[in-house]
């Protein structure tokens, strides 16, 4: 996956993003919205080396048409990945950054 990354997270653990090998990736922003009929819970993650960290505030209830944004910039070195679920299906995350080659 490349950036920007566009997913619908799935009621399981769904990839959003993983950092290439050989690069480092400066994550800007990350969207969560609630596309579905109701209202959807959802949480996304930074996962590495077996650790699982939740996003402040990407991990909360979305009402209908509701967008939650993280624009804090985050660092994720090769082999890191953006992770999230929801409660049911309609909660779109999209993430936009760059990527880096490592030298």
Do not use: W
């Amino acid at each position: 996956m490349s950036l920007p990354s566009n997913v619908e997270l799935g009621v399981a653990e769904t990839v959003i993003y993983t950092v290439p090998f050989g690069t480092v990736a400066e994550i800007q922003t990350i969207h969560a919205s609630n596309t579905a009929g109701a209202a959807r819970t959802f949480t996304v993650s930074v996962k590495t080396l077996g650790l699982t960290v939740p996003i402040s505030p990407l991990n909360q209830a979305l009402a209908l048409d509701e967008i939650a944004i993280a624009a804090d910039p985050l660092r994720l070195t090769e082999g890191c990945s953006l992770v999230g679920y929801a409660s049911s299906t309609g909660v779109l995350c999209l993430v936009t950054g760059t990527e880096t080659v490592i030298e």
